[in-house]
C-alpha cells in the first residue's frame, strides 16, 4: 500500500485527486493539507509516504527535501500549466506532473515514484497551452450568462440548493442547466466540471469573474452588510 499526502489550496483539485486515486487498491490518502503549514506537520507524522504537492503552495524546497529524506519519503510536484519544471527537478523530487494531467497518469506517477523512480513531463513545460486557452476560450463563449453563473457558483463549491437559493431560482432549474453545461463542456458532474474550468485558463478567469460580481450583488442588496461598510469609512469633520 503507497500511502499519500495530498497538498494543494484548491479545495476543488484536492477532491479530484482523491477522488481519482481512491479508485486504485494500491494508493490510500492518509492526509490533506490545504498550506504549507500543515503539509510539513503531514510529512513528520507520516513517515515513508508520497507527497504530492502543489508549487503555488511555494514551500521552501531545500527544507521540504531535506524533510523528505529524513522522513523516507518521496515528493510530487504538481506545476502549473506552462510553468517550467527544472527547478522542480533539479531540487531532486522525484515526480513532476502538470496540474492538467490525466487521473491514470497521475497515480502511475505515484506508483513510480514510490518504487523509487524518477516521472518528469516530456517537456519543460506544459504541451500545447495555446490549444488549451482555444479549448477554454470556445467553452466560455458557449455558455449562457445565466449557465456562467452556475459554473461560477460550482467552482466556489456550491451545492445545487445553495446555487438555486443565491441566483433565486429553483433547484430543478438548476439541474436543468446543469445538464446544458455538462453538455457544452464534454465532463459527467459537478467535480469534473469544476476541474475543467481550473484546468483552462481562459474560463477560470471568466469564472471567478463572475463569482466576484454575484459576492458584489450580494452584498450591495443586504442592508446589514451595506450599513456595516458605512460604519468602516473613515468620518470626516464638520
Known amino acids: 500500500m503507497n500511502k499519500i499526502i495530498l497538498a ?6 484536492r477532491a479530484g485527486a482523491a477522488k481519482v486515486l481512491a479508485l486504485n487498491d494500491d494508493l490510500r490518502i492518509i492526509a490533506q493539507c490545504s498550506d504549507t503549514e500543515r503539509m510539513m506537520h503531514a510529512v ?15 514551500p521552501e524546497l531545500n527544507r521540504l527535501r ?28 522525484r515526480g513532476v506532473i502538470f496540474r492538467n ?11 513510480k515514484v514510490a518504487a523509487g523512480e524518477t516521472w518528469q513531463p516530456l517537456h519543460s513545460a506544459a504541451p500545447h497551452p495555446i490549444d488549451e486557452d482555444m479549448v477554454g476560450t470556445r467553452v ?9 453563473r452556475i459554473v461560477a457558483l460550482i467552482v466556489q463549491g456550491c451545492k445545487n440548493r445553495e446555487i438555486a ?19 457544452k463542456t464534454g465532463v ?19 469564472a471567478a469573474d463572475v463569482g466576484d460580481r454575484i459576492d458584489a450583488e450580494e452584498q450591495s442588496n443586504n442592508p446589514a452588510a451595506v450599513a ?9 469633520g464638520t
Open 8 to 13: 494543494d489550496s484548491e479545495a476543488i483539485f
Open 44 to 58: 513528520t507524522t507520516f513517515p515513508n509516504a508520497v507527497v504530492i504537492f502543489a508549487s503555488a503552495l511555494k
Open 66 to 93: 531535506t524533510l523528505l529524506d529524513t522522513m523516507g519519503s518521496r515528493g510530487i510536484v504538481i506545476v502549473e500549466n506552462g510553468e517550467s519544471a527544472a527547478p522542480f527537478l533539479q531540487h531532486g523530487f
Open 101 to 111: 494531467t490525466s487521473g491514470s497518469a497521475l497515480a502511475e506517477c505515484v506508483r
Open 140 to 148: 466560455r463563449d458557449r455558455l449562457t450568462p445565466k449557465e456562467m
Open 165 to 183: 437559493t443565491r441566483l433565486k431560482t429553483t433547484e430543478q432549474v438548476i439541474k436543468n442547466y446543469l445538464r446544458s453545461i455538462y453538455d
Open 188 to 206: 459527467g458532474d459537478r467535480l469534473e466540471l469544476a476541474l475543467f474550468t481550473l484546468h483552462h485558463r481562459v474560463l477560470a478567469e471568466a
Open 228 to 236: 456595516n461598510i458605512v460604519q468602516q469609512l473613515p468620518r470626516t
